[in-house]
């Protein structure tokens, strides 16, 4: 299969281009100081092709990037790395996407210390992180008890979602203030289509929707147990505002953050829809892949957000499209 191999040479860069202490440094291939994000990504993509602290060719990778994760988790549970720039992050982003790769490496690999880390960082994310308390639970933000925006919760749902999966105990309620606070966000009816009404995704309550707010707050409403059916319609619409992926002449229409969200999304819809992401999403990034030199099996850091985590966020994202096909089943 064309895009495993594709895989197979973005974890080979990735597996080569990894600090001795498990991290990913990732100024040194282009981004800002944003680690803990860059790291958790990277093993996210190593834990999606099937390697865990246990098995794989790349086991050894996978313990350094968790015992990374772990050296870096504060008492209250927090995970983040206090040296991290966290412009346009905060804590909540680095800590979310931490998170999601400590609850994933913990339901893989079943050590005990990892599914110890793990669930105190998902007992930060529930009890300390996110907004409100008790039945007023909300969303998360960039820091603890801030009103939510959609790409912060995002990540946060994500996390959590991979932690029950993993057996891990989380707070029902942190899943219902995670639907009230998408309720807020949302604009309904916002367009007719073939499948019915249609909702459109604003950052913030009063805010401006986009296709990214789109496609996360339809991934919310799968991974919560919205039936697809009924988000037919809504998935059509954010595929129609941002288009399908596409590289462009330089690399100009790439948005790894869009298609991440999106390829997920897409994935759990199936039928025409996703036929028509997955092919626009493997020609990008297959075609696109650097075959040659230090960055052979890597993605040029081009596109919205490519200067935030460079090179290494670039891989390791494009890894996890591609990888969907056996990282998730379909809900």
């Known amino acids: 299969c064309i895009s495993e191999s594709v895989v197979d040479a973005a974890l080979y860069w990735l597996a080569h281009h990894q600090e001795k202490d498990g991290h990913w440094d990732s100024v040194k291939y282009g981004g800002k100081k944003v680690d803990t994000a860059n790291t958790a990504f990277a093993l996210l993509a190593f834990l999606g092709a099937g390697h865990t602290e246990k098995v794989g060719e790349y086991k050894d990778h996978v313990k350094r990037a ?45 050590i005990a210390d990892t599914r110890a880390a793990a669930q105190k960082a998902v007992n930060y994310c529930c009890d300390t992180h996110q907004e409100g308390a008790g039945s007023e639970k909300g969303g998360w933000r960039y820091e603890a008890q801030s009103a939510g925006d959609i790409s912060v919760t995002g990540w946060f749902v994500m996390a959590l979602k991979s932690a029950k999966i993993a057996g891990l105990q989380v707070n029902p309620a942190s899943f219902e203030g995670a639907l009230k606070f998408l309720s807020k966000v949302e604009i309904k009816n916002a367009e007719n289509s073939a499948y019915g009404p249609a909702s459109r995704y604003c950052y913030k309550s009063g805010g401006i929707p986009n296709c990214r707010r789109g496609a996360i707050g339809n991934l919310i409403r799968q991974f919560l147990g919205e039936r697809k059916e009924n988000l037919q319609s809504s998935v059509e619409l954010f595929m129609k505002d ?24 897409a994935f759990q819809q199936g039928g025409d829809l996703w036929n028509r992401w997955n092919d626009g999403m493997k020609k990008a990034l297959i075609e696109n892949q650097c075959k040659q030199g230090d960055n052979e099996g890597s993605w040029n850091p081009v596109g919205d957000w490519s200067s935030e985590w460079g090179r290494v966020g670039q891989t390791a994202l494009g890894s996890l499209c591609l990888e969907v096909y056996y990282r998730y089943s379909r809900l």
């Not at 988790?73 to 720039?85: R, V, W």
């Not at 288009?243 to 390829?263: F, H, K, Q, R, S």
């Open 66 to 110: 968790v015992a990374w994760l772990k050296s870096k988790q504060a008492p209250n549970g927090l995970i983040f790395d206090t040296t991290d720039e966290g412009t346009n992050c905060g804590i909540g982003y680095p800590g979310a996407i931490a998170t999601l790769a400590l609850a994933e490496a913990a339901g893989m690999a079943n």
């Open 242 to 265: 941002g288009g399908v992926p596409n590289w462009g002449a330089n690399g100009e229409t790439v948005d790894l953050y869009y298609w991440y969200y999106g390829t997920l999304c």
